[in-house]
């Protein structure tokens, strides 16, 4: 079935769970990408391996379905400014903002790099490489200052290869969704020549198929899983939720750790994309139960990029203050310091929202 011509972001006949005065939103989303963002906060405290491990085998698929989910139907040229303006302006921008804070921590807790090299190349020669390279690692060559921000070079080229198959598919979603299989195959052949693409290329094609699942419930007469999903039947949703929570520590501990950024799938791709499916499940469901619009959550909500990029520098003061290293905090702290870091976001966000819209892409 072909998409539809209308780039709306509410696929037809699909609860909306959101109240009529604020028709433009999409509840479930809204509450997903808090869920999201937070996950990737108190993932990124490395709190405890099993902890991360079970984040980090959703967390990041997630965010690329629910982009699925809202892709709208542009032209070729319409995608790359999209892109450019939404994801790599607030990409270079926010790399560069991260030097305000990276630079004094260097020089005030990481002497060591200091010594067989010049404070030139430490802290101007590769950190610009890494933000040219855009990958979320450091290389021999480069500094990724902020790690997070991979996601959105990764998010620019998912969407090019997104209209890339449309094209050649002539908007046939059975070849597009075909084309998710060669996808899969190239991670693998490319995983086995440990080859590394730079701008997270490779982390693109291995995110994809998850950006693809959610275009396709947009798009298609699977669209009915949602309208299940979002059902108001409390006991239904506690019976999904619970077996999609045991499942995937289940599949965790089959597949190992996994790392869409290090482009690292773990032991099976197979079991990495079951897993991701199931953990985007489990979040849809539970985000279902947002029904009441909270402009908390919708500040959060457009703001994730922002977050993305700096709840790094909200959380380390707070752990630092606790005399701690982030792999040394009990869960039962680094729960609330997730939290705490997530929420000091929305402030900052609402003035950037008001005065430098650009940083966030011009999201709404």
């Known amino acids: 079935m072909k998409p ?6 509410q696929p037809t ?74 994801l790599i302006i607030p990409y270079l921008i926010l790399y560069s903002l991260s030097f305000l804070g990276w ?30 390279f855009g990958v979320g690692y450091n290389t021999k060559y480069s500094t990724m200052m902020n790690i997070p921000l991979w996601f959105l070079v990764g998010m620019f080229f998912v969407k090019i290869i997104h209209k890339f ?9 059975k070849i597009y969704a075909m084309f998710n299989i ?21 982390s693109a094609f291995l995110a994809f198929p998850f950006f693809a699942i959610g275009y396709l419930i947009h798009t298609t007469n699977l669209k009915t899983i949602c309208n299940v999903l979002l059902c108001k039947k409390l006991v239904y949703k506690a019976v999904v939720i619970i077996i999609a929570f045991f499942m995937i520590i289940l599949m965790c501990k089959l597949n190992g750790y996994i790392d869409i950024n290090a482009f690292n799938y773990g032991n099976n791709i197979l079991l990495f994309y079951v897993t991701g499916v199931i953990g985007i499940i489990m979040v849809v ?39 701690m290293y982030a792999e040394q905090l009990p869960v039962y702290i680094a729960i609330p310091i997730s939290i705490v870091s997530t929420i000091i976001m929305v402030l900052p966000i609402i003035i950037i929202k008001k005065y430098f819209p650009i940083i966030l892409g011009g999201r709404k």
């Open 4 to 9: 539809t011509n209308q780039p709306t972001n």
């Open 13 to 86: 006949n699909q609860p909306t769970n959101q109240p009529t005065n604020q028709p433009h939103r999409i509840l479930w989303i809204d509450c997903a990408k808090v869920i999201g963002i937070w996950l990737v906060a108190l993932g990124h405290l490395h709190t405890n391996n099993n902890i991360t491990i079970f984040i980090y085998s959703f967390h990041m698929p997630l965010f690329f379905f629910i982009s699925g989910c809202l892709e709208k139907n542009r032209t070729f040229k319409e995608i790359l400014k999209n892109g450019i303006n939404g």
């Open 103 to 132: 630079v004094p921590s260097r020089l005030l807790w990481h002497k060591e790099l200091f010594e067989n090299t010049s404070w030139v190349n430490v802290l101007i020669l590769k950190p610009l490489v890494g933000m040219l």
């Open 165 to 173: 198959l449309i094209l050649i598919s002539k908007n046939n979603i």
């Open 182 to 202: 060669l996808i899969i195959l190239l991670v693998v052949v490319l995983k086995q020549l440990k080859i590394d693409l730079l701008f997270s290329i490779d």
């Open 285 to 323: 469901v539970i985000s279902s139960f947002y029904i009441k619009e909270l402009s908390f959550f919708r500040i959060i909500s457009n703001g994730t990029i922002f977050i993305l990029a700096f709840h790094g520098y909200a959380s380390a003061p707070i752990v630092r203050v606790l005399g």
